[in-house]
Each structure stands twice: as structure tokens, then as C-alpha cells.
């Protein structure tokens, strides 16, 4: 049976929407501001929802369920690159994703923001791409 990813497509589908419309609004309209911060949000839910599922499409190559569990996020992503389900230079992107996540959420300033906007556009194609794989794969 493939894994559900509704709700992570989802959550892609809000933030390219999201992004959209930031794109369409001036930096010092308070609409920008709204919609900067959906576009870090969903950032942070795609993130996590993409280890959480990768972790369960881990369980065939690992001795049980338990240590697809317990593996660290980073980790998680090492596995699937080892395991070929993503490839080496996609895992690499998505621990550079982790750092600015961990890196940003302790800053509350309008340059945590922006710093995350500059790496939307990759973080989706390979968003896109996980959730689309994880979708197609039988894991029974």
C-alpha cells in the first residue's frame, strides 16, 4: 500500500499559494508580512512531515518499525539516500533544509524569514518530487 500523502501535498499546494501571492505584494504591505510567515510555516510543516513519511517508507530496509522510528531527522534522510529511495545530492538539500530550519527558529526577526524565501523554490521541486514517490511505492 502506497503512504498518504494528501496532507503533505497539501501543505505544498498552500505554500506555493502562499508564495504566489507574496510575490505579488510590496514589502512594506502588511498582507507581505501575513503571507511570509505562512510560507515558514508550511516551510516547517513540509520538513517534518517529510521525515515523519520517509521514515515509513524506511521500514522495509531496516530490522523493524521501532528503528525507523527513532532514526534522527538528518538521519532519516541519510538512510534514504543510502537505501536509493532519494539520491545523494537530494538528501544534501534536505539537511541544508534542517539547518535553516534550526538556524531560523530561534530568530524572530524578519530575516529568518527571508532567509527561508530564498531557498523555496528547490525546497518545493524536492517536496514535490518526495511526496510524489512516496505516493507511487507499495510498502506492504
Not at 105 to 111: E, K, P, Q, T, V
Request: glycine share 2%.
Amino acid at each position: 500500500m502506497p503512504i498518504d500523502t494528501s496532507f503533505l501535498s497539501r501543505c505544498i499546494a498552500t505554500l506555493l499559494e502562499a508564495k504566489r501571492s507574496l510575490s505579488d505584494l510590496n514589502e512594506n504591505d502588511i498582507k507581505y508580512d501575513i503571507f511570509r510567515a505562512a510560507c515558514v510555516k508550511e516551510f516547517e510543516i513540509i520538513l517534518e512531515q517529510s521525515g515523519k513519511l520517509l521514515k515509513q517508507a524506511l521500514v522495509p530496509f531496516v530490522h523493524s518499525i521501532k528503528a525507523a522510528k527513532v532514526l534522527t531527522f538528518k538521519d532519516t534522510f541519510r538512510k534514504a539516500a543510502q537505501f536509493g529511495i532519494i539520491s545523494i545530492e537530494e538528501a544534501e538539500r534536505w539537511l541544508t533544509y534542517r539547518d535553516n530550519r534550526n538556524e531560523t527558529a530561534h530568530d524572530y526577526g524578519a530575516g529568518f524569514a527571508e532567509k527561508t524565501l530564498v531557498i523555496l523554490d528547490t525546497f518545493i521541486e524536492d517536496a514535490t518530487q518526495l511526496a510524489q514517490y512516496l505516493s507511487e511505492q507499495d510498502y506492504d
